[in-house]
């Protein structure tokens, strides 16, 4: 098979698709894999990097588009490469389809096979390709909403470890899955006083066991939500509905009962946010205040950490990719049930519900 590695054009996405090591394991399986020029660079791979070990650099992404079969990406296509996609790719990425109407509407009118990283799902449950990006969010969510709560840039003055006589700041953690958990630890490592919450008790008995004695569990309810969040520094969006669009846990409203300069990170925002007020940023400009209540919302926060993401994201794809490529994608997804959840628009048609009913249609009339 013909597999092209483009450079991500997202706005500040430094990540990319394969590793030179994963491009060496698909030309050993006799592959042919295209890679833009300098689509590693942001990375810390370099083209000469991806042509030891085989692979054929292309200057433009127009070229990789047109030469390959199989597309591997790290984040949703974008306005400039719909065109770019035609009916006899398949497209292996972070689509996130919930949340743009208008890239789900771009890739049926594409006619290709779009593969979701985000919702591929082992027997289990968990998302395995979701994981390590989500581990790398949660992690980085407090590191973030830490430098966010410094007063020169509008948070409350608050250092989250405390100091002797002081006492520590307070992060809540809505959602006790992978990306809650990371960041329950990181804050808990910095000394932080933490509640985590979440609708499963199941999860919440887990991170009890777990964690140590400063990290709390309370089961989710908008009481309790709306009790927290008048005493906490820092809130971590962290609720998934697995290729839906997030529940908005913190309303609008809801911010007037914050105190000044309270932080927000709702990494949950590649799914809508959980909070009525997210909207998506950027790296180049992460931050907005509604009401005194700083929101930062950047929708590739892995990106900003691309050696360790692309390592992380590689890592766990790469087994999926070669099954594509060795087997095409009808049969491999026939084979195997995980990698089978992760298609969402086959040649014109919604085949994952929960995309259907983000936008109340009827996968029926696709």
């Given at each position: 098979?013909?597999?092209?590695?483009?450079k991500?054009?997202?706005?500040?996405?430094?990540?990319?698709?394969?590793?030179?090591?994963?491009?060496?394991?698909?030309?050993?399986?006799?592959?042919?894999?295209?890679?833009q020029?300098?689509?590693?660079?942001?990375?810390?791979?370099?083209?000469?990097?991806?042509?030891?070990?085989?692979?054929?650099?292309?200057d433009t992404?127009?070229?990789?588009?047109?030469?390959?079969?199989m597309?591997?990406?790290?984040?949703?296509?974008?306005?400039?490469?719909?065109?770019?996609?035609?009916?006899?790719?398949?497209?292996?990425?972070?689509?996130?389809?919930?949340?743009?109407?208008?890239?789900?509407k771009?890739?049926?009118?594409?006619?290709?096979?779009?593969?979701a990283?985000?919702t591929?799902?082992?027997?289990?449950?968990?998302?395995?390709?979701?994981?390590?990006?989500?581990?790398?969010?949660?992690?980085?969510?407090?590191?973030?909403?830490?430098?966010?709560?410094?007063?020169?840039?509008?948070?409350?003055?608050?250092?989250l470890?405390?100091?002797?006589?002081?006492?520590?700041?307070?992060?809540l953690?809505?959602?006790?899955?992978?990306?809650?958990?990371?960041?329950?630890?990181?804050?808990?490592g910095?000394g932080?006083?933490?509640?985590?919450?979440?609708?499963?008790?199941?999860?919440?008995?887990?991170?009890?066991?777990?964690?140590?004695?400063?990290?709390?569990?309370?089961?989710?309810?908008?009481?309790?939500?709306?009790?927290?969040i008048?005493?906490?520094?820092l809130?971590?969006?962290?609720?998934?509905?697995?290729?839906?669009?997030?529940?908005?846990?913190?309303?609008?409203?809801?911010?007037?009962?914050?105190?000044?300069?309270?932080?927000?990170?709702?990494?949950?925002?590649?799914?809508?946010?959980?909070?009525?007020?997210?909207?998506?940023?950027?790296?180049?400009?992460?931050?907005?205040?509604?009401?005194?209540?700083?929101?930062?919302?950047?929708?590739?926060?892995?990106g900003?950490?691309?050696?360790?993401?692309?390592?992380?994201l590689?890592?766990?794809?790469?087994?999926?990719?070669?099954?594509l490529?060795n087997?095409?994608?009808?049969?491999?997804?026939?084979?195997?049930?995980?990698?089978e959840?992760?298609?969402?628009?086959?040649?014109?048609?919604?085949?994952?519900?929960?995309?259907?009913e983000?936008?109340?249609?009827?996968?029926?009339?696709?």
């Open positions: 098979m013909k597999i092209g590695v483009p991500e054009i997202k706005n500040n996405e430094n990540r990319v698709g394969m590793t030179p090591a994963g491009v060496y394991e698909l030309i050993k399986n006799g592959h042919t894999v295209y890679v020029k300098e689509a590693g660079f942001g990375s810390g791979f370099f083209d000469l990097d991806y042509i030891d070990v085989g692979a054929i650099v292309l992404i127009e070229e990789v588009y047109a030469s390959s079969e597309i591997v990406k790290v984040k949703e296509p974008i306005a400039e490469e719909y065109p770019l996609i035609k009916p006899h790719h398949v497209v292996f990425t972070y689509f996130h389809f919930a949340s743009s109407e208008t890239l789900t771009a890739m049926l009118k594409s006619k290709a096979v779009c593969i990283y985000e591929v799902e082992d027997k289990d449950g968990s998302l395995p390709l979701l994981t390590p990006m989500s581990e790398v969010a949660g992690r980085m969510a407090i590191q973030q909403g830490a430098k966010y709560l410094e007063k020169p840039i509008k948070g409350r003055g608050v250092l470890g405390g100091v002797p006589g002081v006492p520590p700041g307070r992060v953690v809505l959602g006790a899955g992978v990306v809650g958990i990371q960041a329950a630890k990181m804050a808990a910095l932080a006083h933490v509640t985590i919450m979440d609708i499963n008790m199941k999860q919440l008995r887990y991170v009890n066991d777990v964690m140590p004695n400063h990290v709390v569990t309370e089961f989710s309810s908008e009481y309790n939500i709306r009790k927290r008048k005493d906490h520094d809130i971590v969006g962290g609720v998934l509905l697995k290729g839906a669009k997030a529940p908005n846990l913190i309303t609008r409203d809801m911010l007037k009962e914050m105190r000044p300069g309270t932080v927000i990170v709702d990494v949950a925002v590649d799914q809508g946010g959980c909070v009525e007020t997210t909207k998506p940023t950027t790296h180049e400009d992460p931050t907005y205040i509604i009401d005194d209540v700083v929101h930062y919302c950047v929708a590739n926060m892995p900003a950490v691309p050696y360790t993401s692309t390592l992380a590689t890592n766990v794809t790469l087994p999926y990719v070669i099954r490529a087997e095409g994608w009808e049969k491999a997804c026939k084979k195997d049930s995980t990698l959840k992760g298609l969402n628009v086959v040649k014109g048609k919604i085949v994952y519900e929960e995309i259907a983000a936008f109340n249609w009827s996968v029926d009339a696709m």
